[in-house]
């Protein structure tokens, strides 16, 4: 199976549903342990990145990713609009030039989402952020792939590795953004920004 | 504290509305973004310089675009950063050609969403290059220089590179200048009074009369510690101590000083401060080549003051002779 416009509009439609089911759990997460606007941020964002993607007829994958991520930092510019954003700039970039995706592809492109997130944001696994969720998920899913599974089953995969990674969290303290101020307050909470990482592999399972 | 505003939602963009009535010859602004402040002077195939950063901070950023400085300024938010899109429309209006670089402060939401312009420029084919400034010694210890904040210092960082750039400088050799710069600037600050963001009408730390904080940034960053106002000699003293030491400096050293009051602190006691400041450094055998005492790089209305030094060659002297001129400050040829 391949990975097409279609199923990058499906995923991202699906991402768009669950950030608007979940708007209130992260906003209520967010307004404890950092600015509380995290659920409208990403609601509005990827609101505007459906509405982007859907009015755009680039054919290049690549292309479409990298726009809908700038899309999306245009209309949210706070720090995980940016990051989520860069999310989709660096997914783009590496698979630029392709109208659709080989299975190999679309975990590089997975991959290459987690690699703009970490770059943008200079995180690792362990810092208490989007990336705890974000770097299993690709990883899982790289590795199921990789064994030959189809893309549903590495996706599902993916999705379980994801929200593992989030729940992870409130074992950590922070080490970014306003979580740092609160040290060893946040233990037992789980980061806002990794149920944010564990909500995309959620729509990708959902999707592929 | 009572405020001259409108709404306090309107305050930065009526501001800007002002800065543009009052400067109509030097300012403007691109993209219909009243936020996106450019330069009106131009010049084919020099390197475009850019800055950006949160309101409450004047004449920092946007008061050095001007002739012999910047050419562009992001503008935020009162203490928040400008969006990665308005970065970009910046950038493509203000590159001549020649690339341009992005001189900005250490701080996490700047960083990223400049260096998203960047990965937008990119995409449109303009190099940009990044300088980021952190000089404020007392924000991090010198072994995670790279993590300390960029407070008044870097207008030492605009200065060379924007007259570097007037010279007609090649992109490298502006972010090599600018980053040399970043290397030879320190600044120590303290604060007398916190500050009040205008949406929230309260200030957002405390710090009661007869005390006194050092180390503190402009945003209200907690500094080293609370403790018990001393006398003007006795703060510099121990301000300049730090600065002193971790460059270090040695006899026939010379340096340019700014002196920076941060909003609510009258001229004249910055004065008294430049005072002691110029003691110790006779003292020490270091030679002041030049000073700025004012307002560079205020918080809102914090009272309380920086002191950066600047140590300087031939070279950054050359560049640092060379004129400005923005609708806050002029500098004429040294």
Redesign the interface.
Known sequence: MAFTRENFLAFLESASALMNENKQYLIDLDSALGDGDLGLTMTSGFTEAVAFAKGSSETDLGKLAAQTGMAMSKKVPSTMGTLVASGFMGAGKAVKGKSELSDEETASFFTAFTDGVCNRGKAAVGDRTIVDALKPGSDAFAAAVKEGKSLHDAASIACDAAQKGSESTKDLIGKFGRAVYYGDKVLGVVDQGSVVGALIYKAMAQTL | MQRLLNKPENYVDEMLEGLYAASPDKVTFVNDDKRCLVSKYKKKGKVGLATGGGSGHLPLFLGYVGKGLLDGCCVGGVFQ?????QMLNVTKEIDQGAGVLYIYGNY??DI??F??AK??AD?EDIEVRQVIAGEDVLSAPKDKADKRRGVAGIFYVYKIAGAAAEAMKSLDEVERLARKTCENVRTVGMALSPCIIPEKGKANFELPDGKMEIGMGIHGEPGIKLEDLKSADEIVDTMLEPILQDLPYKSGDEVSVLVNGLGATPREELYIVYRRVSQILKDKGIKVFNVYVGEYATSMDMAGMSISLLKLDEELKTYLKMPFDTPFMTQNQL
């Open positions: 950063s400008p969006s990665p899109e996490g939401g990223m969403n260096d998203m990965d937008m995409m």
